[in-house]
């Protein structure tokens, strides 16, 4: 281990590369719980057995993939807000878009995102978009999210008119929220505790707060008879290979129903997410601090994550991306990929906690939703409020994903908005008004988009 990952070099050993990588690990289990509010039954609609495998075996791959061959701490998982968003596609179109062909869609995005990578266009995409666009995508997401699981842990409510709700978006429909009744509902109850004990934990720093917040949550749940134990009655704690997703993406229906927009937005969504997440962490990690090493690391680790997208799609689970989690490692001390590997090992070995993990309810991983709905919050300090030309733009960009629920619908105006008032801003004099000619590639597919489309 020493040569391979060559730990001296990098002044570390491994007992502190283990250990971080553990850190890793408790840092962002709960996706392995919470993913399946967006990608089972209650969501998109895949069996919640083979969503937790697609979860645990694309995530323990795909990270180990990026230890061995870039030998960086950063470990991967599927992405909260593209798992949001695949839950959109699918109960929007009212059943013309199966699971199946929305994994086709994603399956299609890791190609497109390898040819961008390869060709080196996607540093080139990174350019054209600026920067407060990017934060305004990261923090609208996380609104996005955060509605869903005040929605699914009933603390919010919605009234139907004519049909919709905020979890099952229908074109023209429209809904009024209200505050849940904690009194006579135990699951909304339930959901409040645990929304309060992850922010306690959050307080305190505790390491794997949120996952330690849903296990602890789960269990409250018990007396008060929202958790339900009878799944663990005879359940088999030799990983289950029924009801899995594996294979069963449908490339021909992606292409079939007219999914390119969808395609694009997953590929769109992904590239700054990872790009953001790459360069935090590896520079955290000191792994910049060489300029021509540090490019050919990140290029590696772009491919390997470009790659992931695919392979996570064919185990059947949406858009797998780098975590920012993974920095919990880094400041336990990991600087190779002994942390990414000894993390991915952990998640191939979560397999045999699916029985508990599938007993767990929706009131006890709700809550974290909203508590990532708060971290990814966080970045609304650095849009550059004082310009209008920059603030506008973000603020449509934040404020229509959770008000139209469509991720799509934000991202779309906030590229509008943004070439508009760049033209006007010119007639100002100012100097920072050139729009990258991407962007204009960008403006003139949503225009056409929308006026034969429709809005989502």
Do not use: C
């Not at 790659?307 to 400041?331: C, D, M, N, R």
């Not at 934040?398 to 590229?415: K, Q």
């Not at 050139?434 to 590639?441: A, F, G, Q």
């Amino acid at each position: 281990m020493e040569r391979f990952f060559k730990l001296k070099e990098h002044g570390t050993n491994v007992r502190t590369e283990i250990i971080a990588g553990l850190t890793t690990f408790m840092t962002m289990a709960y996706i392995l719980l919470v993913n399946n509010l967006f990608l089972g039954p209650e969501g998109a609609g895949i069996p919640q057995e083979g969503v937790f495998f697609a979860t645990a075996v694309g995530a323990g791959l795909v990270t180990m993939a990026m230890g061995f061959f870039v030998n960086i701490p950063v470990a991967l998982a599927p992405g909260m807000g593209l798992n949001a968003y695949f839950m959109t596609v699918v109960l929007s179109s009212n059943g013309a878009i199966t699971w199946q062909a929305a994994l086709g869609a994603v399956f299609i995005s890791g190609i497109v995102f390898i040819i961008l990578t390869v060709t080196k266009v996607r540093q080139m995409l990174l350019t054209a978009v600026p920067n407060n666009l990017k934060i305004a995508i990261t923090v609208g997401i996380g609104l996005f999210i955060t509605i869903v699981g005040l929605k699914l842990g009933n603390i919010v409510t919605a009234s139907i008119n004519p049909g919709t709700d905020i979890t099952h978006p229908v074109p023209g429909g429209a809904f009024n929220l209200g505050l849940g009744n904690f009194v006579e509902n135990k699951d909304t109850l339930l959901a409040i505790i645990g929304l309060f004990l992850i922010a306690i934990l959050m307080v305190l720093k505790l390491k794997g707060a949120l996952l330690i917040g849903i296990v602890l949550t789960t269990l409250i749940g018990i007396p008060m008879g929202v958790t339900d134990l009878s799944g663990l009655s005879g359940a088999s704690w030799i990983p289950s290979f029924d009801n899995l997703a594996v294979g069963q993406m449908d490339l021909k229906g992606a292409l079939g129903i007219g999914l390119i927009e969808v395609i694009f937005i997953f590929t769109f969504v992904e590239l700054f997410d990872t790009f953001g997440t790459l360069v935090g962490t590896a520079g955290r990690a000191g792994l910049l601090k060489n300029k021509e090493e540090g490019e050919k690391k990140l290029g590696k680790a772009m491919l390997v994550d470009a790659g992931g997208v695919s392979a996570g799609a064919f185990l059947g689970t949406s858009t797998i991306t780098a975590f920012v989690e993974s920095t919990s490692g880094v400041a336990e001390g990991g600087r190779t990929g002994l942390t990414a590997v000894t993390t991915g090992v952990l998640f191939i070995l979560a397999l045999f906690l699916a029985p508990i993990a599938l007993v767990v309810p929706s009131a006890a991983t709700a809550p974290a939703l909203v508590i990532v709905g708060v971290l990814m919050m966080s970045q609304v300090r650095d849009i550059d409020w004082d310009d209008f030309m920059q603030a506008f733009p973000a603020f449509l960009t934040i404020i229509l994903m959770p008000f139209t629920g469509g991720i799509a619908n934000g991202i779309s105006a906030g590229i509008i908005a943004y070439v508009v008032l760049a033209v006007f801003g010119k007639l100002t004099g100012r100097t920072d008004t050139k729009v990258h000619w991407l962007m204009w590639i960008l403006f003139v597919i949503i225009l056409i988009r929308y006026a034969f489309l429709g809005a989502e």
